[in-house]
């Protein structure tokens, strides 16, 4: 358990981000790894990075063993030339704690802070975060490396951020004795005694019934149909124990450099850590992402994670950490980013309200794990095809620095999204294994995505008022207040649409009684009397469209069936439900409807709910987003098709890349990105 | 090793599942844990009961941590007032001795007694059945507690039957250091000297020869290519340790309640333990079964193992001691039973012997791993379809009572069934590895039950002189005597159908010398030179059919071709011979038929041999199974079809379910039953 | 690191092979384990050996628990017996050091010699193998059995030859805490300084640099993203521990009895360890094959593998010492050989310049783990298909003794291989996980095997100055030295092929800068701007023909385009090049033509190089190979085809195996071989 965000340090963190975007504007770079080169090579670093526009770099990020070669003796002569020759060249860093990847000589002399799996297996020293978050040893010793770097660069020019860690979520969860008496504290401190542990975790079932907490393990492997209360948990302990030691060295910066924002990079994956507890402990969100070129639906997809990390913080702009300027290496075949793709990606960020973006990294290492990993400065050089779209994305972000620190007009629409009940609903044993999250809320946010229609990412027991759609995807677990933070936003007007499996156990993964879905059953005006999962594949006929994954039977109490299974045990049935109550009205869907199907059930329940596009008319595959600054609404339009793009403007507008305008009808090339402002 | 049967004891059993069968009809009820649930659910519980027609429930099969929350410590007060509720209601219990699931306290005293898995993991508490069945720990704690149980409840009202331990064959098979002590005594007491376990072993292959028992180890992984006879009496020891566990159990019972009949529930899957070693010690079969409701075959498949529960004892009437109201939990995606099936699934098990028809569970659980399995009393309670089910099976089986204790008429055919020969025949390194019993032996018994044949199941050295026809499937392990077994059957007049890849091991899993296969040449009049195993999915052709997954080559010395192989390497060659011995015929596969082959193949053998259906003329998808009470011949005729369809009786009969009748001419609706009686 | 080789030892060895070559002829025989076996089957062994025409067997490789069933006690007795009875029928005896599987009693007294997997799992014993080769108490134990094994049958008139050990290559890669120190030793005579290893292992990268040598671990997984350089080395470091292995027991048998020669079996897959090193150390290279008789490319696969064992020492004859007569037991399905194959595949690795026929095994186990692989004589007996075989195969080779020692005259092509760039190419984390060596060089060897043509195998370092026609595939690891080898080839008149992803990194896995590929850029005239590999089974259309699996943005530096892309990114960009160079021609593929495409391309190339076939005209299906004697050229031609083929010879010719012709126009029926020399 961590402390409660305190928002008087929140507004002083937003403050110092402030002042780094005035600084900085959008911030461009990378991550600058120079103790992977002789020093020789570091002046030219300097200059290629002036060339390419970059304003910001990541420094350090795993250069424990070279800061601090053996215990306690360190050795900064090497980095203070480089923050010097940084400052020199008007770059500013964004400087690590170094703590993401602890030295040889500390995992020799403390084998017992390696990362245990769940199958038991030790993850051996040799990749990197191999620790256990919940060793002191490993805390100890970061804490005292980040108060090193702390007080020698606490005055340094070059100094703007601190870096924290590495993609703590990317720490695979341990396991060892260690984490087990941390998890007993952690449940101590949730639940003070065993009798509200055996409570939470329905250890009445199978003799689980706990003496004490000293009886308590990690849920180590095998173990076939393990308590679920017992995963989610631990699932809950380990996104904290990655926080706080977060935190550790967060209350180090902070007492050193109180003026100087810190954060750290959450990976790809949203999965691992629970995202809203997070959030208010960084002073910008900074986020790691590698869509794959070779996935046609990359930039859709990923769109759903940029749309988190704008909400994550309540819309405040956040900060492109990590992306590949071309292929990654760590998937089977690694796709090439094609010519244009990376300048369109990254204005995709920007559109979805990025204040910086940045790579990994700036020059492509010669050896080691990552060798194959694109870099701004690859291989062949900067005669190169990478390093001028580099170079030319530079310039381009340099001209629209009025952009920094715009926030998006308020979005028509938001998807609920809650990490706990995303961990339980991909537990074992239920009645099917293909309900993933992700899944469900591509359903809902791609149809959005396409329509041109802005969505932000809420959490299920925020103020929703201000929303007019507010769509539910796979809310298995929801607390009862959280049930009723939904009810009451239909009873005063809200459109609601939830999918099925919504409100079925409580926060220890207990179903709430009462029949499926009991804490909605009253909003949406129907009861579930049993699932029926389709097999893989499987498809059912509706009276419009069709649908997958699941169905189920559903006992209307009021809702009307605006849809109907026409195929299958439950034809006839309802299939997709509408229910008033209040002012509002509640969507219900029992089955995952296809793509197209989707789209047209969301278009009108859109109208219905009087939520529009950014801009009207958009054609397939060009996506528009709007940023307002101090001087007004700017439109950032992208088309991700393969062949040129028509628009219609509702005004004149002028494109501020070109300078070109003001036009009403609008010609995008393939790949190509307008920043529009009205005329 | 485990001591031989003792007939008397068998027929004091007997008698006592007589004395229990009149009091109770054919019982109906399911597992009960009313720990899951607060005392104020109880009285409801058994009003539930009651209206559904429940007879006997099954208590406390993981109960040991609620009623010994502490070492010594015994707390029954609850179990007294749910048991007493019970006995007020009429309803009888089937009193767990609760030792499946060690409770915390004991695993974290004493953790060397958990399972060890083949590749070295422990299984970890946090599921269920984690013990090591060698353990002198778990065996004394065991024992203890039974005896405990024992002495508290021997004279309840209540108390019907005792069930032990819960699905023994699905503890995983432990490797640990005490697993290692246990199998080095039980080889001891099997082999003698280690001189006789080198010659068993084979073990002057790749110089595996043992100096003392000390130097054996169980057969941990990962070793390629590891000593199959060692493996094979690793799954004789499994099996035999387990049904050690049981045992000890048992005598406590039997020693302070002798006049209880005792059980344990063999689980759904019949491979992992030797049910003709156990069959002797229960005093009726109790058989846990889940048919999935989306396999079109799941009738016909588990026909075969209801087949093998009536054989075990000799065509005593066994319980369906589990079954799920509709769907369960642990497959990848859980269909849901139709309705009507868990009636037509129910009577199933009725027309092949059973006298119980129970399920898991009473009342679905709100929490815990199971939570999504269904129950007789939903999440959604006692107004949902699945009650209603349950509430209309439990009439019907009331009035049904005149089948309990029916035996079934003698069948003609019979199939050979044999544990080690199963375990040897999937071991590593054979000509194929599609090799899988189950397969070989639905191959036989599906087309006997598409005719409506009744078939027993019965052990390689049984007398067979009363069947007609006898049907051998891989019974790649066999015993010189019981070899010899089957020789003398055909000799004195029998019908044989013998599959290919039967004969070839002693049973230590040596060859047995003298060409292919040395015990039946003379028994089926050829030997084979050689395997050709087919490709994944290939067929070949015969001249009359097809065939797959193998063929080899034959030479005939006596028999004659019945088919020939028309594609392939062998072309021209005998695939179907037919030998006459004696009195009787030796029929031989040498390839697995496709079903349309087999289906004539065996019509043809089977009136040869003069084996008829249960009754004549049932259309496709039409099952019926006769039981003889003492006033008569009943017949069971359910309809497995989604269509209608029509029988025509060879005499007049009456329905009991329905009253309706006399007929001749019977009409069943989709999944439909009937309960037949000559009027 | 282990010792240089010695030429007057390789040249002492080349002489006693010599000698063995003129006892033996082409040797025939197999393994022959009588110890599996009662006595008095020994007499019928050597009755058939000499009715099969056996002249050479391997005797003992698993009987270390049988000669020494107590640790140091020995019996020696039972094979004294056997070698007698060898030898008083004129077999002669390949005799084992025994040491390839520990007894019980060893591993039993010291189970710190089993193997650890990267895993942690420890490999038990059961199989073989199981030892770790960096164990001191394996290798003291080895080198006393060889030396008791060697002094004891020093001057026994059977002992032809000393086979150590057992397929070394197939033991498990070990990891224990042994080999950790042993690996920390081998690095530090590699390195010198842990400076040295920190670069060569670029541990700058994610914070490995090691503060001394005493930190570094195997490469146990699990690791995500592990260090490539320190896998590599753990390969290369695992080669030569299994080598110390077999010099151990090598330099006993060396000094007990100088004249015999000494050798081991290479197992059939050339990837674990590298043949280049071993084989200055074994006398005469010998072989374990294993085509597969469903796999209908199995006899062009095996095809370059019997290349390679050529090539080692040069084009000395090498012995193909095990093969099966029929099935194998140890893949999922075992297909039998079809009548002929035996003969046929025998006389194609005569045909690649085996002198030495062998099998494994004599007689077909009893019992075991290997039961169900066939054998000389199988469970059957010698009224079987496969003894009729083997005997008449014997009958022929005895009649080819003049094949014997013949050398196949120079090849005009060479496939350069080089293990540690095997090794390094198909690590992980790489542009695509499609690159595996073998499919690359098989694109490479196919067409020339397709069209008749004789190739050898060289080392990249190799003197290539008499090769027409080099051909590279994926040279991913290359040493500066090596690349300027190749260069120089060219420049001096050679015609170089050199498929994509050569030339990458230099023997650290550190890449070559400069532009990829660096060391090859002058040679080949050209740069390679970015990788893009291909998706699964995707394909690009090429000017001529089609390519997969990869593509890479080619700039050209003064070659030409002999072929482009002409669909997906890099449409019209080049696929196939060709570059002038001084008296040469350096030809680059930038993707893996189809095999068709493949095909006409190499006939190109080869006709500019002047490269032919050992026999023109020959249909598709019919192989033929030289093979020079000191009475002149002989041809052996092999129809792999299933119809009849014609072949319409340059010259008259005879056929030594019928004693007919002289003809012109050869007829040969499915799978006959004819031995041809010219009239």
Known sequence: MTAPPDHAKENHGMDMIARLRDRLGIAYGGDYNPEQWPEEVWEDDVRLMKEAGVSLVSVGIFSWASVE?????????????VLDRLAGGGVAACLATMTASPPPWLTARHPEMLTVRADGQTITPGGRQHYCPSSPVYREHAARLAEEVAVRYAGHPALAMWHVGNEYGNVIPCHCEVSAAAFRRWLEARYG????????????FWAQRYGSFEEVLPPRSPAPFRNPAHNLDYARFTSDELLACYLVEKEVLERVTPHVPVTTNFPPSLRPVDLWTWAPHVDAIAYDAYPDPADPDAAAKVAFNYDVMRSLRGGQPWLLMEQAPSAVNWRPRNAAK?????????WQAVAHGADAIMFFQWRQSRGGAEKFHSAMVPHGGPSTRTFREVRGLGRELAAARALAGARAPRAGAAIVLDWPSWWALEGEAH????????DAAWACHRPLYDAGVACDVVRPDADLSGYPLVLVPNLYLVSEEAGRNLERYVEEGG????S????????????HMGGYPAPFRRTLGLRVEEFRPLAEDEQVGLSE????????EVVLEGAEAVASFTSGALAGGPAVTRNRLGRGTAWYLATR????????????????????????????GVQARARRSADGLRYVVLNHGSTEATVELPAPMRDELSGAGPFTTLHLAARDVKLLRPA
Do not use: H, Q
């Open 69 to 81: 070669p053996r215990p306690g003796e360190y050795d900064f002569g090497w980095l203070d030339r």
């Open 193 to 204: 005694s065993v009798e509200e542990l055996n409570d939470a975790w329905s250890t009445s």
């Open 338 to 346: 094609p010519p244009g793709t990376m300048r369109l990606w990254s």
């Open 431 to 438: 009645p099917s294994s293909d309900l993933r999250f992700l």
């Open 495 to 498: 459109t609601l649409v939830m």
């Open 500 to 511: 099925f499996f919504s409100g079925i156990v409580d926060p220890c993964d207990r179903v």
């Open 545 to 552: 469209g069709a649908g997958g994954v699941w169905t189920e």
């Open 593 to 620: 409807p296809v793509p197209a199907t989707m789209r047209a059930l969301l278009d009108r329940v859109r109208e219905e709910a009087g939520v529009g596009p950014v801009l009207p008319g958009l054609p397939d």
